[in-house]
């Protein structure tokens, strides 16, 4: 199994405003580092030539959206909290907005699988509404591939 | 603290074990029979016995590494060590301040006033820094668990002295650390800047540049 990940960010100002130059600036740096992480598998790109392009979406202008699949948890861990991706982290307030709900999920898709967007925001909605479970949880109440597979559901699924 | 712990701990009594223990802790990776022997200064057949006992006792984990050289005439993969995972603690008398600093950080998470304590950990740092005046910062690093090791000019650490709750609240602990190691410099008469975020897996996350004078 692989595992999925979506993060939200309401931003502070447009894409293209000065409040948030010094964040577009960084965007190709770090999305190379996580392109090169060990465990990375693919993550939504808005435009394959243009690096700084952000995803376009239906969930509204302030919401940036990073949308991305992984090997395992350590390896994702690894990426946000060990690489140079912390320093970015560490500046979010300068550019996002602090907001009081969850605005990161994971979840276990089966390999070769690429979840949909769509999917993606209704397990952050879920993870909202009915707090962390196998089907959608946080870094700190994770669950591993083998609690998701036995759920009801992925039983179904494999009839 | 575990009878566990205790037992654990004691093994490192025997001046032997305790420099094989050592030798391993100190590469911050795998290392073999003969260069664990050879670092504490005994036998390969010595060194051998009591890593095994090491392993047991959950200091270390042991693991095997295949010749570089593969197919027949190869020889066996080498048995190597590595520092366990887990922590061991003993406290007399019984302590538990990982728990209450667990709790705090949800606290500071939660509030979103993560810039306050960052500058409590500066100033905390600074007193510690000043309370050791004058010591190089390379051993108060050491002193406070760091263990810190040269690279590139500067000094990177091996390990966290906050391990737990930097993976249960990394961008605050980590912050906090930073700030922190930056105080300390301060206080010894360093230069703050030389303290950056630089985390690597498995490593603390703050490195330190080399002196300006150099």
């Not at chain 1, 690489?83 to 979010?92: A, C």
């Not at chain 1, 969850?102 to 979840?107: A, H, L, N, Q, R």
């Not at chain 2, 800047?193 to 630089?198: E, K, Q, Y």
Request: aromatic content about 6%; glycine content about 10%.
């Amino acid at each position: 199994m692989h595992l999925a990940e979506l993060n939200i960010a309401h931003l502070r100002g447009p894409v293209d405003s000065a409040e948030l130059a010094d964040f577009v600036a960084l965007l190709e740096p770090i999305n190379a580092l996580a392109d090169e992480a060990p465990g990375f598998v693919w993550r939504l790109k808005e435009s394959e030539a243009d690096p700084t392009a952000t995803v376009v979406h239906d969930y509204g202008d302030h919401l940036l959206v990073n949308f991305s699949v992984w090997e395992d948890l350590d390896s994702l861990w690894n990426y946000v909290y060990r690489s140079g991706h912390l320093e970015v982290l560490r500046r979010r307030r300068e550019w996002f907005h602090r907001v009081a709900e969850p605005y990161m999920v994971m979840w276990w898709v089966p390999e070769g699988v690429i979840p949909t967007l769509a999917e993606a925001m209704a397990r952050l909605e879920r993870l909202r509404t009915e707090g962390p479970g196998p089907e959608a949880f946080t870094f700190k109440d994770s669950y591993t591939s083998s609690e998701a597979a036995s759920l009801p559901a992925a039983a179904e699924a494999r009839k | 603290m575990s009878d566990d712990d205790l037992d654990a701990l004691a093994l490192l009594h025997d001046p032997v074990r305790r420099s094989l223990y050592e030798a391993v802790a100190g590469r911050g990776g795998e290392v073999g029979r003969q260069e664990a022997a050879e670092a504490a200064g005994v036998s390969r057949t010595l060194a051998g016995h009591h890593l095994d006992k090491l392993v047991e006792a959950g200091l270390l984990e042991s693991g095997f590494r295949r010749p570089e050289r593969g197919g027949p005439g190869s020889g066996r993969p080498a048995k190597v060590y590595r520092r366990a995972a887990g922590e061991r603690s003993v406290s007399l008398p019984p302590r538990d301040y990982v728990t209450l600093a667990s709790v705090l950080a949800g606290v500071v998470d939660e509030l979103g006033a993560e810039e306050r304590a960052e500058r409590a950990a500066r100033l905390a740092g600074e007193r510690l820094g000043r309370s050791r005046g004058g010591r190089p910062v390379e051993e108060v690093l050491r002193e406070r668990g760091y263990e810190p090791y040269a690279d590139a000019g500067g000094l990177r650490m091996r390990n966290c002295p906050f391990h737990v709750l930097s993976h249960e609240q990394p961008l605050l602990v980590c912050s906090m650390n930073l700030a922190l190691c930056q105080g300390l410099l301060d206080g010894l008469g360093d230069d703050p800047g030389r303290a950056r975020l630089d985390p690597r897996p498995g490593e603390c996350c703050v490195a330190l540049s080399k002196t300006n004078g150099d």
